[in-house]
Structure formats: structure tokens, C-alpha cells
């Protein structure tokens, strides 16, 4: 079976992909750092298999690809991202309940339908484009162009592939996430699983898993111990990224007695965060201690500025983020929907002894 074949170069490719990752710089001899590439190797296959050998986009579903349990591309502790494959030539409608979500949107990318990256955007609906009633229920269409319906919608182009949804949440642990639903409104031929079609997804799936082995140990972002200026809201993007969000990177590299200090202000904003990620840009282990931080948990000074505290032990500032034993890692922050790029930030290496809970601008 051609589906064979594929399967047994997908077992071949995560096995190279495990030699290369504990050999990397970054990763070799150290303990955890090569757990945390065993579970990015589970995590990228997972997704891949849920996005292209299980996704009907004749009977599509949201699938979440991004959580504590799915760990890759940047993920964060305060958002879910889930999965729906688009037929361009089909009508859909999408619902749902917007629970405890600040910020929420759905994305429509277009671009090759066979495992590599979306190219572009092809329209997104967020929660401003949407109206709730008092339980806050939504919904809005997505459809070819000339089978536009009533109420917002995307209209999609001829190579759209893949829509993605973001909810974030003040506090996910405590909070209601949103409950997303797609039904394709055409009807749909009558289903049968072939050989040719399981190796095409297979194959989308393989070529997915190498795309993000392309990307990853992504190099150290600017200078350690930095923070780069933050970029706008961007005209055009690449892959799954948002398209209402402005982003600043910077990277950390500290001794174990060592606190990296960060004063900044942020721009009025439906929601942004800080998120501490390994080289294979996923977040170290929110379910047991933070180590990402956003607008909503911040404590502010007195100006409405903010300081955040990077380090392995808790200094006692109310802004500190664990670096949970990483002696060095990538620093991120997103501001979504804000209304004027950030002001470039302030870092700061200190004795962790010398922090305090009031410290401030010097």
C-alpha cells in the first residue's frame, strides 16, 4: 500500500529528527531541555495527524492544536487555538459560545493544501466584527464569493485552506474558554476511505512535521538579556500567525542567583502577554508555576507602567515569571488589536537577592 510507505517515512523522520534535536547545542547533556524535545516530537506529530489524515472539510470540526498538552509554534498559557480545514468551493456557518474569552477571533489562510505552511490571509473575523446575546452566543457565515449571507462573514479565494480560531483568557485556569462549532452547509458525496486518498494525507502530514523541524532550535533573539523593539500590527504574515497582534522578541540568559529586570508600558489593547519558550518555541510548564504573565495578572506602577521579573526563585516581586530551571530561553510578548505600536522596553541583570516586591523604575 502506498500508505505504508508513507508511514514508515514518517518513523523515519521523527527518528532523524530525535538524533538532531539531543545533538543540538542547546539541548545536549541537558536533561530537561531533551524532555522537552521528546514531548515537541509528540506534539507536532499529534497535530499533524489531526489537521491532515483526520480533517473532512466536507464534515469539518474544530480540533484544538495548541495547549498545555500540545506544546509548539509559540504557544502561550493564556490562549486555545483549534483547527478547521476550508473547502473553498463551500458554504459554512460558524457558532458558538464566547464564555470567559477577552480577545477572540477566527482566521482564514490560504496556500498550498498539501502540509506546507499557509501563505496568507484571506480574512478573519474577531469578537468587534461580532454581536453575542445575553448567553453570548455568535455566529457569522464563511462562504465563496457571490454566496455571501446575513451578519459578518469571510468571503473566501479560490486557494483558501485552513481556518484557525484564537481565545484568550484573563486567567484559563479559573475561566470559561470559548466553544467554537463549523457546519458545512453543502452536502457532501458519500465517504469512502482509499489507499490514494490516506497517503495524500500522509503525506501533507509528513511534509507539515518537516516544515516545523525547519524552523526549530530557532537562534537566540537579538542580544541576551535583551528585548528588540516591538513591530506593528503587520500588513502581511506567514503561516498561522495572527493578523491584529504586534509582537516584540528578546531572549534571556541568566545564572541561577540572576533576575532579568523589565520595565515597559503597553498600549491600550484587547489583551497582551509575556511568554518565556525553549528553543523549539513552546512554553515551559504552566500547569505547575508561571511562566508567562499578562495584562490582566500584571500589577502596574503608580504611572500605569510595568515591571516583570525573570528568574529561576521567587523574589517576591508580584510580576516574576520562573524560568523553572532553563538557564537561558526566548522572551515574547503580543499586543493584540493594539492602538499604537509598543514603546521599546528596559532590561535590566540583577543578583536576585537584591529585588524587591516595590521595585521600580531606578
Known sequence: MATGAVFHALLDELSDLEATLLAHPEIVGDEQSACEAYRWLFSITQVALDCFVWADSAAPRFVDIVGATKKWGGDNADAFYQHTPIDPTR???VSGFRGDAVYLSLTVYAGPDDG???ERIVGSVNHHDL???ER??????IAPPGHEMDGPGIVLEPDSVVGITRDYLAEPSLHQRTTWRIEALDAAPTYRLT??????RMTAALTWVRDQAAIVPVPVFGESNTVESPYPVPTTTFGWAAGDAAYAMGSFDLAADQSLVIRGTSPTC??????LWN???HTYNYDRDRVTINGMQTVYEADGSWVVVVSETDPGHPNWISTQGHRSGRLWFRWFIPTETPEPMTCEVVPTAS???????P
Open 195 to 200: 489507499d490514494e486518498d490516506l497517503a495524500r
Open 91 to 93: 458554504r459554512y456557518r
Open 270 to 275: 484587547e489583551f497582551w502577554n509575556l511568554c
Open 116 to 118: 506546507h505552511y499557509s
Open 279 to 281: 528553543p523549539l518555541l
Open 355 to 361: 529585588v524587591s516586591a516595590t521595585m521600580s523604575a
Open 131 to 133: 454581536s453575542f446575546d
Open 136 to 141: 453570548g452566543r455568535f455566529e457569522f457565515w
